[in-house]
C-alpha cells in the first residue's frame, strides 16, 4: 500500500521517515518530495510498504503524531491524476 505523509519537517530525510514507518513492518521505500529548483523538500512525502495491514497500522498509529517538531498526516495515497 502506498502512504501519503503531510507536514514533514524540511528537515527530514528519507531515512527518516523509513524509521519512522519500519517498527510496523517492511517499508519497500520512503520518499520525501523534492522541490527540482531548490532541491529543498515540499513538506510531503509517500510510503511503500507491502503489507496493507501493516499500513493501516502506521496510519492508525501515525496520524496525527509529532515527527520532528510537526504532526503528521498519514492516509492512504490517492492515484496520480493526469495534469
Known amino acids: ?9 524540511y528537515k527530514l530525510t528519507d ?3 523509513n524509521e519512522a514507518f519500519a517498527p ?9 518530495v523534492m522541490d527540482r529548483e531548490t532541491n529543498r523538500s515540499k513538506g510531503f ?3 511503500d510498504m ?11 498509529a501515525l496520524n496525527g503524531q509529532p515527527l520532528a517538531g ?3 498526516v ?6 496520480r491524476t493526469t495534469r
Do not use: C, H, T, W
Open 74 to 79: 498519514v492516509n492512504k495515497a490517492r492515484p
Open 45 to 47: 512525502g509517500f510510503v
Open 24 to 32: 510496523f513492518g517492511v517499508v519497500s521505500s520512503a520518499n520525501i
Open 15 to 17: 531515512e527518516g521517515l
Open 50 to 60: 507491502p503489507d496493507d495491514g501493516q499500513a493501516q497500522s502506521a496510519i492508525e
Open 70 to 72: 510537526r504532526n503528521l
Open 1 to 9: 500500500m502506498r502512504l501519503y505523509v503531510g507536514n514533514l519537517s
